[in-house]
């Protein structure tokens, strides 16, 4: 069985940028490396989640429940797993990064429930995926925390760049800082590594968060050099 290593954030805290940093860095140490990203946007099996996002079961995040909301995203990783990299997983020694996973639901959806309910739906949300369902559980999920204001001024930035349009989570800003805190209690009570991403009111420069990943990545490996 290989290594499933999830890398974890808010939109803006630069997931999609250091994933293929991370995977390029231990396939020069010899690894056999993959990456994966959720959702799967050009899959059929995103089609609920595409519709959710883009506003048409309502225009809040909280129009549609916690456990709703997640079952779009767990049926997602259930049919690409079976679907595409079940195989890849299986072999000895293979690393698989993925770009969000199950924590992207626990960060999320906790944000749409009262505090008094958190623990419960992290126990719900992990049952649910890892063992009704069947999906492999990560070995890590390193979380990378960029502050909310920094990381929703990012997102207008890449908005304004490639026109790409901001969903419903990045519109409401609120629930973006909903999501913060909630992502913090979330990496503590399930065990995450937390990359704290920012200074005072800044990013950090790129190859400053990427070091720390690698080191997390390598003890997990077994890599000493």
Not at 62 to 80: H, I, K, T
Not at 95 to 112: C, D, G, M, P
């Amino acid at each position: 069985m290989g290594k499933l290593i999830v890398i974890e954030g808010l939109d803006g805290s630069g997931k999609s940028t250091q994933a293929p940093i991370l995977a390029e860095a231990l396939r020069s140490m010899g690894k056999e490396v993959r990456e994966i990203s959720f959702p799967v946007y050009g899959s059929d099996s995103s089609a609920l989640v595409r519709m959710y996002l883009g506003g048409e079961f309502g225009s809040r995040p909280g129009d549609v429940n916690a456990y709703a909301a997640s079952s779009f995203y767990a049926v997602d990783r259930f049919a690409s797993y079976k679907k595409d990299w079940k195989a890849f997983y299986e072999k000895e020694d293979c690393v698989l990064i993925a770009t969000r996973y199950t924590s992207a639901n626990e960060i999320h959806q906790l944000a749409k429930l009262e505090r008094s309910e958190w623990d419960d739906f992290l126990r719900w949300a992990e049952d649910f995926e890892y063992r009704k369902m069947g999906i492999p559980r990560p070995d890590a999920v390193l979380y990378l925390d960029m502050r909310y204001d920094i990381a929703l001024s990012l997102v207008g930035g890449r908005s304004e760049a490639t026109g790409q349009k901001k969903d419903i989570h990045e519109l409401d800003t609120d629930y973006m800082a909903r999501c913060h805190e909630a992502a913090a209690y979330a990496s503590e009570k399930l065990g995450w590594k937390t990359i704290v991403c920012y200074r005072d009111n800044a990013p950090l420069p790129m190859h400053e968060i990427s070091a720390e990943i690698l080191k997390e990545a390598k003890t997990l490996l077994g890599i000493s050099r």
